[in-house]
């Protein structure tokens, strides 16, 4: 109710207004009788004052206009003062209060008693609330309906647009679906946003929009919410306010709505995590926990939706540095590559596994790299694994080959997608144990010409890699010929070398090799820090 409205009541019919235009939209939630001058302690927002003056006697007027300071800073939405009992005119520092801090100041009867104005008061705010709270129950009841015939998102929208009446959008990201009902333009730039304070009948949180279409050259206002909930990402809810704006009742249908979606979301979320359980418990009995018996293998990957072609593969990737987020975008990408997939999910590696109709249909390094190359740039500590195309008899073998490949790349740094045929003759140091006394073959002089003069070693693993060319190294460094010849001659004496000696050249290449990709490793590690810090 306000203020204006409060003077059309019957028993205000006698009143008079003294204050002429001032706060006639004020908004009235509460009554109250003043008795005492410490408002502070029992006034609130949007309250009428009643006041026969009494409390004011014998006040000084900056004590006096204290008072009305305060109720200003409480937001207090008038006063109304009988006369004629205690006092037989309005004073004029009551007119000039009232004026200099906008309240308006209504005078009755004396005859008009306290109890009569409060139950004036109180009765159209009670009918309205209990109109409001009806409303609730009655649009809870129709959801109900639509609820327990698991309805989809369509069908709980449309019912909310036949009870609403006004245009609506609903965004479900996740779900890949937008909502929308009504004639609004598609074309909407929001050009205005103002938060909705929080009434005594919404727990939600709602901005109001201005909207501009620029075909139509014209403004919409509507108000939107984001239906919070920790099963999905963001849902956004879109409710333009029409010609007649938005009633506490249409709030009504609103919050119901998105009750609604909530519990729609909660239980999409509950079934999504029971298959996710079970595909995984498949996944783990397939490639873990593989059974020898081929017919009960054939059951899996039937029961998996995996059997409809010969060859298998995986990929995969570790996963103790990425956020679910990450990890569930990363999974969604690598089973978008082909149709036919099974993820697998441990605490420390997720595995795609696919159904491939050939050998020629196998992943490569680089597909993978042209479809993550975003992702694989934004997280340089990101390692993925693939294994080579198997028969289901040899099923088993795909997650050994992934394991053995990110264990291998935890220790010598080949690429960030790697193939298990990249590791070559060192395949066959893929155990823990075998790993580190790979490092344990590497001479002790090699070793200490990286740590204390990393420009010969550099010179040697460049001078590899160009098939022991000198005038290629030459060329690869920028530097001149005859510099790369007394190096090298100056690492054969530091590591008792002779070139001449294959096999002998053959294992100082190998370890020269390994003791670089150890390199990039630790380089990559400090990147990633330093990059996570900023």
């Not at 003043?34 to 009428?48: F, M, V």
């Amino acid at each position: 109710m306000r203020i204006y409205e409060l003077l059309r009541l019957e028993i205000f019919q006698n009143s008079q207004l003294l204050t002429g235009e001032i706060g006639l939209e004020n908004e009235i939630e509460s009554v109250m009788i003043l008795e005492a001058l410490d408002i502070e302690k029992w006034s609130r927002k949007n309250q009428l004052i009643l006041t026969s003056l009494y409390a004011f006697e014998n006040l000084e007027l900056p004590a006096i206009e204290a008072f009305f300071q305060k109720m200003r800073g409480i937001g207090v939405s008038g006063l109304v003062v009988k006369v004629d009992r205690l006092i037989n005119r309005v004073p004029d520092w009551l007119l000039s209060f009232c004026g200099k801090y906008q309240f308006p100041l209504i005078k009755i009867r004396k005859d008009v008693t306290y109890e009569q104005i409060v139950l004036a008061i109180y009765q159209p705010i009670l009918n309205h609330q209990s109109h409001v709270l009806k409303t609730y129950y009655e649009v809870r009841q129709r959801f109900n309906r639509l609820t327990r015939n698991f309805s989809s998102y369509e069908q709980i929208m449309t019912e909310f647009y036949r009870m609403i009446k006004k245009d609506c959008l609903l965004l479900l990201p996740e779900q890949k679906l937008t909502l929308n009902f009504g004639t609004l333009p598609h074309e909407l730039v929001v050009t205005k946003r103002v938060q909705m304070p929080i009434s005594e009948f919404s727990k939600n949180h709602y901005e109001f929009l201005t909207l501009f279409s620029h075909s139509e050259s014209k403004e919409y206002l509507a108000l939107q919410t984001n239906i919070a909930n920790n099963f999905s990402s963001e849902c956004t809810l879109l409710v333009h306010e029409g010609e007649d704006g938005l009633k506490e009742t249409d709030l009504m249908i609103i919050e119901n709505l998105i009750d609604v979606i909530q519990e729609r979301l909660q239980m999409d979320f509950l079934i999504k995590k029971d298959r996710y359980t079970r595909l995984n418990n498949l996944a783990d009995a397939i490639l873990q926990n593989t059974p020898n018996n081929l017919d009960e293998l054939e059951g899996l990957l039937k029961e998996a939706k995996m059997d409809h072609y010969s060859y298998y593969q995986g990929v995969a990737f570790g996963t103790k540095k990425l956020s679910d987020d990450k990890k569930r975008n990363l999974r969604n990408k690598l089973r978008n590559l082909r149709t036919h997939t099974l993820f697998f999910e441990h605490h420390n590696y997720s595995l795609i596994l696919y159904n491939l109709k050939d050998e020629h249909r196998c992943l490569t390094k680089g597909e993978i790299r042209q479809q993550l190359s975003e992702f694989l740039k934004q997280n340089n500590d990101l390692f993925i694994a693939i294994s080579s195309p198997k028969s289901k008899e040899t099923i088993k073998e795909i997650l050994i080959d992934c394991l053995d490949t990110l264990r291998f790349n935890q220790y010598y740094l080949i690429a960030n997608v790697v193939n298990i045929h990249d590791l070559g003759i060192f395949r066959y140091f893929l155990t823990e144990d075998n790993l580190r006394k790979v490092a344990d073959l590497i001479p002790s002089k090699l070793v200490t010409l990286q740590l204390q003069q990393p420009e010969l070693f550099n010179t040697l693993f460049t001078f590899f890699q160009n098939n022991r060319n000198y005038k290629k190294t030459s060329e690869t460094m920028y530097l001149h010929a005859k510099t790369i010849r007394y190096r090298i001659d100056r690492i054969q004496e530091l590591l008792s070398l002779d070139l001449n000696n294959n096999l002998q050249t053959m294992n100082i290449e190998i370890a020269t090799y390994l003791l670089h990709l150890k390199l990039r490793r630790k380089q990559n590690e400090k990147t990633s820090s330093l990059n996570q810090r900023w």
